[in-house]
């Protein structure tokens, strides 16, 4: 009779890379094995590659959390209903960009032993962008601010798809230290035309922004100061008409009586 050999045992992650985004209750670090024959022989452990730091840990049927990484206290779990079929999938509360790196997913059964690595970054979408105009003699410098992460790919053209020197400067957000600030700002000749866009990217998440901004110029404007100055004008003349009028017609009764 022929023997029936049992399936190797194996590591796998389902991404290898994985994006936690801001405002999200935690990010998803997929990982599975070989199911076991009893959860009493599975040893799970999840550590960072780069310094080994413990992340989460489970062994003898529960958590061991005795070493793990005050970095990582009271935000990370495993799915134990779903450890029996083989998922030792990491769930990461409140994911920020102290979190990004290399993860390590390690799984030891009666069976054997793997690992795998995950590859988490951290992004949070751009708000809407605000703007404010400076207008200067000749000219006017034309601000955006937006918050989110990471540092954005910044673009200012013209209207004829030119690409425009400007000044773009990122901080760290004082109110959210998951949020970067970003200030970009362009001087732009009135002269030279009268539309621009400004496009930010944020590549990890794929966002991609871009508003137009532009001037109308008032051509009515010479029309109507040429009218005031035409107003301006006629206005004493026709007093004076009226003038005459009233002076003519006063005293032509004063005559009718004398005679």
């Not at 994006?19 to 959860?39: D, E, K, N, R, Y």
């Not at 990461?92 to 102290?98: D, H, I, K, Q, V």
């Not at 400076?134 to 990471?150: C, D, K, V």
């Amino acid at each position: 009779m022929a023997n029936v050999l049992a399936p190797a045992f194996e590591v796998r992650v389902p991404q290898k890379q994985v994006v936690a985004v801001h405002g999200f209750p935690a990010a998803i670090l997929g990982c599975t094995f070989t199911p076991p024959p009893s959860l009493q022989d599975v040893v799970v452990t999840w550590q960072r590659v780069e310094d080994l730091r413990v992340v989460h840990s489970f062994y003898y049927g529960t958590d061991q959390l005795g070493r793990q990484s005050a970095d990582y206290k009271s935000r990370t779990s495993l799915y134990h209903e779903q450890l029996s079929s083989g998922n030792a999938t990491l769930r990461l509360a409140r994911a920020g960009p102290r979190d990004t790196g290399n993860y390590q997913c390690s799984v030891s059964t009666s069976q054997g032993s793997d690992k795998a690595d995950v590859q988490l970054s951290y992004a949070a979408f751009f708000s809407e962008p605000r703007l404010s105009i400076l207008a200067h003699s000749s000219s006017f410098t034309l601000q955006y601010e937006s918050e989110g992460y990471p540092q954005p790919e910044v673009q200012w053209r013209d209207g004829l798809g030119h690409n425009l020197t400007h000044n773009t400067q990122v901080l760290q957000s004082d109110e959210d230290p998951g949020l970067l600030k970003l200030h970009t700002q362009v001087v732009v000749d009135m002269a030279k035309g009268l539309n621009w866009t400004l496009t930010v990217v944020n590549h990890p998440l794929g966002q991609v922004i871009q508003r137009p901004v532009s001037f109308i110029y008032d051509d009515q404007r010479n029309l109507v100061d040429c009218s005031r100055e035409r107003l301006a004008l006629l206005c004493p003349i026709a007093f004076c008409v009226i003038g005459l009028c009233l002076l003519f017609w006063v005293r032509q009764p004063l005559c009718s009586i004398s005679k």
